[in-house]
């Protein structure tokens, strides 16, 4: 397989060991991100400032010098700050507006020697999944041209699946790393809440949100989450013989798209035939607790989050510019309605607060009880919707809300806080689908290291064709 297809880790090692040079990978990665800017996937792709951090990337290997990433380029959701580049939040009021300073965990990615490319396309102000932009365009999915990469990091999911870089950062606030995950053929991570400082992040909600990884492999996963949260505990080694992983007996196996279930289950048959037994984990009234929490501290932390960054980050506008410049029709009807009598009153946001505890107590007593270590379940119920189908989505044959539909699965363990990871799993349809493993507050490295397992199990993702 050629380098610049493979994965982050293959990439850092080669360097590494010598047997590839930096500046020659970073000139094939601008080709090809050349030929495929059909895809969409960059609202700003810094070909001059790539080429130049090769360059110095190449004379610190040269000299000896060895990094967790020297050398790998690393791709941006565009609502993460990078000194010099564009952090648009994917909205018109911010659009193209260059920022000084370097997220923190830009920062610690630079630190470990990797090279920032640019800056990828979302969903408008992250309120979405179909990252179907009015500002900057639709996000394609690279597997077909006329579907959605998933959302809110849909150019994350997009650029990695289609090999323009080996990894990306974005943020995940109810599956918006997960989703595009599935929905690409790729692997995420959404770490547990607070693990990975949000300086420098544009927010929706300080709570939900955090930013997570995309690439083609978990170990890669488990490299850029070492980096990101600064934790280089080793992965253990999980044998799948006598694992016992949780199937939740709610909404999760439900209502999916033939497509989806059948290689979901396909994957369960094969992990029971390496050893692991499947464990009924009862979850009760999960929809309608996370129902209570899901939007109504969103929307209540939208206003006060976002007002707080545009004014500590001096980016020159006010919420009230930022709302009334919406572009997209899907985010505007979120957004809006916050402007006036539509704002989500405090008691109600506290009311939604004292749910989200009694949500993270459901997943922690049904951890606790079960004894397993993660739960297993479909990340989307659908595979990739048509570019348009912003407001409902033909699903098992009846018009559901498009948005709800995509971050069913994926939401309860956003507003509860704990890890998440989304696994590739074949096609459906010609259509990527994914495997969820949620885990414990707190358990990211051995997730990761379950999700290592589970991963050599499966058969191996074919690349996605970019047609």
């Given at each position: 397989?050629?380098?610049i ?11 590494a ?5 930096c ?18 996937c ?7 400032g790539?080429?130049?951090q ?27 700050h990078?000194?010099g ?11 193209g507006?260059?920022?000084?300073n370097?997220?923190a ?13 640019g ?21 394609h ?8 990469p ?19 950062i ?12 599935a929905?690409?053929?790729?692997s ?12 420098g992040?544009?927010?929706?909600s ?6 997570g990884?995309l ?14 949260a ?13 694992l016992?992983?949780g ?11 033939p497509?989806?279930e059948r ?14 037994e ?16 899901s ?11 976002m ?17 009334r ?7 505007a ?7 006036g ?13 004292q749910?989200?505890r ?24 659908a ?14 044959g ?24 989304s ?30 397992a589970?991963?050599?199990?499966l ?9």
């Amino acid at each position: 397989m050629d380098l610049i297809d493979c994965t982050a880790t293959d990439v850092r090692d080669a360097l590494a060991g010598g047997t590839a040079r930096c500046t020659d990978l970073v000139d094939r990665w601008i080709e090809r991100t050349r030929a495929a800017e059909t895809l969409n996937c960059y609202v700003a792709f810094d070909e001059a400032g790539l080429r130049q951090q090769a360059r110095a990337a190449q004379a610190r290997l040269d000299a000896g010098e060895r990094l967790p990433l020297l050398g790998v380029p690393i791709a941006l959701k565009d609502n993460i700050h990078a000194a010099g580049l564009p952090c648009g939040n994917g909205t018109h009021a911010l659009h193209g507006h260059v920022v000084a300073n370097d997220a923190a965990l830009v920062h610690r990615l630079r630190a470990a020697g990797a090279l920032i490319t640019g800056k990828l396309g979302m969903h408008e102000l992250a309120f979405g999944i179909s990252s179907n932009n009015a500002v900057t365009g639709a996000v394609h999915n690279p597997w077909d041209a006329s579907r959605i990469p998933g959302g809110s990091s849909g150019g994350c999911g997009a650029a990695v699946a289609a090999r323009l870089v080996p990894a990306a950062i974005g943020t995940d606030t109810g599956g918006s790393v997960r989703v595009p995950a599935a929905l690409c053929g790729v692997s995420g991570l959404r770490p547990t809440a607070g693990r990975v400082g949000g300086q420098g992040l544009a927010p929706i909600s300080t709570t939900r949100d955090t930013a997570g990884p995309l690439a083609r492999s978990v170990a890669d996963l488990a490299l850029l989450d070492s980096v990101l949260a600064q934790d280089a505990t080793l992965l253990a080694d999980v044998p799948l013989r006598g694992l016992k992983l949780g199937l939740p007996q709610e909404m999760f196996w439900s209502d999916l798209e033939p497509g989806v279930e059948r290689s979901a289950r396909e994957a369960l048959d094969t992990l029971r035939r390496a050893g692991v037994e499947f464990v009924p984990v009862a979850l009760p009234g999960i929809e309608a607790l996370d129902a209570e929490v899901s939007f109504v501290v969103a929307l209540f932390e939208f206003v006060r989050d976002m007002t707080r960054y545009l004014a500590e980050e001096a980016r020159g506008v006010s919420f009230e510019e930022v709302v009334r410049g919406i572009g997209s029709p899907d985010v505007a009807a979120i957004a809006a309605p916050l402007l006036g009598a539509g704002a989500v009153p405090e008691a109600a946001y506290a009311q939604a607060l004292q749910a989200r505890r009694r949500l993270q107590a459901l997943y922690r007593d049904a951890f606790a009880a079960s004894g397993v270590p993660a739960l297993v379940f479909p990340t989307t119920p659908a595979t990739a919707a048509r570019i348009g189908d912003d407001e409902t989505v033909m699903h098992n044959g009846r018009a559901c809300p498009t948005f709800a539909t995509f971050i069913r699965n994926t939401d309860p363990g956003s507003n509860a806080g704990i890890p998440g990871l989304s696994l590739p799993i074949g096609l459906a349809g010609g259509l990527p689908a994914g495997l969820a493993l949620d885990g414990p507050a707190g358990s990211d490295r051995h997730l990761l290291a379950i999700g290592r397992a589970v991963e050599a199990a499966l058969p191996p993702m074919p690349p996605a064709p970019v047609r």
